[in-house]
């Protein structure tokens, strides 16, 4: 795919995800998924902050039926075929990996994507604020990436969760400004 149509999808998708949100609430930031280890897949992924939670919105295509994981990144490089550049998860505080509702996990622990038979997925994962005193906020994960995996995460062997291959990779960016109401 070219870069304009990359674009144009990633906006398009981008404002379909806003038009979802909870009243008054809008993502301060997003990515746009990009196919790695020989895959097809390609998505968004919206970030907003609801009080001391994170709101996760992904909308997923050209992936395998069944579970993936789905984790937050330390690297916002996504320039490797295989998405190594991205680095491990994104982990401040030194916890174990661990579910999304695991009292002690990964910041970037976000648990696992359900595909459907037709290769789609929309997602919606809340984090809650991790009670490590270490953690720097959400704003952090600007720069960071997003990775969706071929094979579902365990939720507890770490360091990943034996999810396997890495197979899309989206760099967390700011979200773009906007004008009027939604």
């Given at each position: 795919m070219n870069p304009i149509h990359l674009t144009l999808l990633f906006v398009l998708s981008s404002m379909t995800v806003w038009a979802k949100w909870p009243e008054n609430t809008k993502p301060f930031a997003t990515a746009a998924m990009v196919p790695k280890s020989g895959s097809k897949v390609t998505g968004t992924v919206d970030f907003a902050k609801v009080k001391?939670?994170?709101?996760?919105?992904?909308?997923?295509?050209?992936?395998a039926p069944g579970q993936h994981g789905f984790h937050l990144h330390a690297s916002g490089d996504c320039s490797a075929p295989?998405?190594?550049?991205?680095?491990?998860?994104?982990?401040?505080?030194?916890?174990?990996?661990?579910?999304?509702?695991?009292?002690?996990?990964?910041?970037?622990?976000?648990?696992n994507?359900?595909?459907?038979?037709s290769g789609n997925a929309e997602v919606e994962v809340t984090l809650t604020t991790p009670a490590n005193k270490k953690f720097p906020g959400w704003d952090d994960i600007i720069g960071k990436s997003v990775i969706l995996h071929e094979k579902?995460?365990?939720?507890?062997?770490?360091?990943?969760?034996?999810?396997?291959?890495?197979?899309?990779?989206?760099?967390?960016v700011a979200a773009p400004a906007t004008s009027g109401a939604r």
């Open positions: 001391n939670k994170l709101l996760v919105r992904a909308y997923l295509t050209n992936v295989d998405a190594a550049s991205a680095g491990d998860h994104y982990n401040p505080t030194g916890d174990k990996h661990g579910g999304p509702k695991a009292h002690t996990r990964h910041a970037g622990d976000l648990g994507v359900m595909v459907n038979e579902g995460d365990d939720l507890k062997t770490d360091p990943s969760g034996n999810a396997g291959a890495r197979i899309a990779c989206g760099t967390i």
